[in-house]
């Protein structure tokens, strides 16, 4: 079992910036890829960034690519999303989320944090 705590969010304007992190437990996190997704009410949960057991590779969705950077350090077992220039629609709840493995999925993750919300403010 992998447990996933995210901490960060709140209640922004736009052009503001937000770091959410995601603290793991239990297993090795270094054998673990981590991701970042979003559900925004009414909608269903999108991916939003996903980043390899070691840092080197990273993959973002179009919507955030450019703003958001994922990150991780693997002696802290912790995952961090930074946002930037953020918008209204960016506004969710966010999530981030464990997969065994080596890659940068987009999908399949085993295990999920409870979230934690996002409001960008117009």
């Known amino acids: 079992q992998v447990q996933l705590v995210e901490s960060g969010g709140g209640l922004v304007q736009t052009g503001a910036s937000l770091r959410l992190s995601c603290a793991a437990s239990g297993r090795t996190f270094r054998n673990y890829a981590m991701g970042w997704f979003r559900q925004a009410p009414g909608k269903e949960r999108e991916f939003v960034a996903a980043i390899n057991w070691s840092g080197a590779n990273t993959d973002y969705a179009d919507s955030v690519k450019g703003r958001f950077t994922i990150s991780r350090d693997n002696a802290k077992n912790t995952l961090w999303l930074q946002m930037n220039s953020l918008k209204p629609e960016d506004t969710a709840v966010y999530y981030c989320?464990?997969?065994?493995?080596?890659?940068?999925?987009?999908?399949?993750?085993?295990?999920w944090g409870q979230g934690t919300q996002v409001t960008v403010s117009s």
């Open positions: 989320a464990a997969k065994f493995g080596i890659n940068t999925p987009r999908g399949g993750y085993d295990y």
